[in-house]
Each structure stands twice: as C-alpha cells, then as structure tokens.
C-alpha cells in the first residue's frame, strides 16, 4: 500500500480564502434536522475558486474553454514537488532552471504558503519570466501552494501565458508534510461543466 498524503484544503467557514475577503468564505448551513424529525442535511455555498481547485481556461481568457475540457488523464500521473521555500517574493525563470524541468512534467511548487494555515498577502507567486519559461518547455500542469499562481502583474500575464499553451494550473495545494521529490498525483474535480474553475480533491502517492 503507497503513502498517501492529502494535499486538499479542508473546505470550512473559517478557512483561509483569497485576500480574507470575507465575500469568498464558504457559508454552511443547517436546512433541515433530527429536531425537526427529518434527516440532516445542510447547504454549502461557495466560491468555485475557494481552497483546492482546478482553473479551466475561461477564467483568465475571454471565449477560453471550460472545466469539464480538462481531463482526468491530465490531472493523474507522475508528478514532482519542487522545493521554492527558500523563494521571496516571487518565482523567477532563474530559481527554476537548476530543476532541470521536461516535457510534460507536473510540478507542484512547495513554498513558504504551504508553512501557514493564513493567507499571506506577500506570498510568492509564479512571475510572468518564470511562466514563459515553463510554457516553453512545454510542462503539462503546475500546482501552487498559494490560492493563486501570481499576484502583483497587471493583466494577469502568468495565467495567460500558461492557459494559452495548454498548462493546467491548479491552486491551494496543501504540502506542508510533502517532501521534494517524485510522486504519483490524483486531482478530483468536481464534475462540473461549462464555467471557469472547480474545487478539487488532491493527494499524493509515493
């Protein structure tokens, strides 16, 4: 049996969401119960982008395709954890080429987010050089511990550069307890169609 290692924010009221802006936390709430003589169930609603989840292209680029084009054979598969925690401020071409990234590779960038259970609002993101970078190379998916890849760019060049050469970016991975190196990646979105983002499952497997 592997080692499994679950890289998922844990959806709740008080989790960290993009900039603490209290409009994107994640509401729970009771619809019916045992008191009342029914079975309990509740109702969750949420941002698509809040905790763990998958960008599609559409949310970055006008006409861009949808979440339910990205498959689950590119969302499965061999993958590896870089170690950036060493990294301020953002992630430059030049923090990356000594990884010796190929081809299709999935990485998934350990920073220092995946050290706080708070949002950081300085916290390292994936620069537009760093992008072009990985675009070039042609890396299948990137996975930031951070709700977002970038921040601090006018006209969001990083998602842009990446969605427009078919690299799926997925964010809020949690990798606290996940040593760099090599490991077998499961994302789960959620099966949705038609819109820009789903929240996902995510584990590792060594």
């Given amino acids: 049996m592997p080692n499994i290692y679950d890289i998922t924010m844990t959806v709740e009221e ?13 509401r729970i709430s009771n619809v019916q119960n045992h008191d009342e003589g029914k079975p309990h169930e ?5 941002n698509t982008h809040t905790g763990t989840h998958v960008d599609a292209p559409l949310h970055m680029l006008a006409g861009g395709a949808t ?7 590119r969302l499965v598969g061999p993958a590896r ?12 071409k030049d923090d990356l080429v000594p990884f010796a990234i190929q081809r299709g590779e999935r990485l998934l960038f350990k920073t220092a987010s995946s050290l706080s259970e ?18 070039d190379i042609g890396v299948g998916l990137i996975a930031s ?11 969001y060049p990083t998602h842009r550069t990446l969605m427009r050469n078919d690299v799926i970016i997925v964010e809020g991975v949690r990798l606290k307890d996940v040593e760099a190196g090599n490991y077998t ?10 819109i820009d983002a789903a929240p996902a499952r995510a584990f590792l497997m060594a």
């Fill in 67 to 73: 979440i339910e084009t990205i498959t689950l054979e």
């Fill in 81 to 92: 954890v870089l170690d950036l925690t060493h990294v301020v401020d953002c992630i430059t």
């Fill in 118 to 135: 708070e949002f950081l609002m300085d916290f390292p993101f994936l620069r537009e050089d760093g992008a072009k970078y990985l675009a």
């Fill in 14 to 26: 008080s989790m960290q969401v993009w900039k603490n802006y209290e409009q994107k936390k994640p």
């Fill in 42 to 46: 509740s109702l969750l609603t949420m």
């Fill in 145 to 155: 511990d951070a709700l977002g890849i970038e921040r601090a760019q006018a006209e």
């Fill in 185 to 194: 990646l499961v994302i789960a979105p959620l099966k949705l169609t038609g």
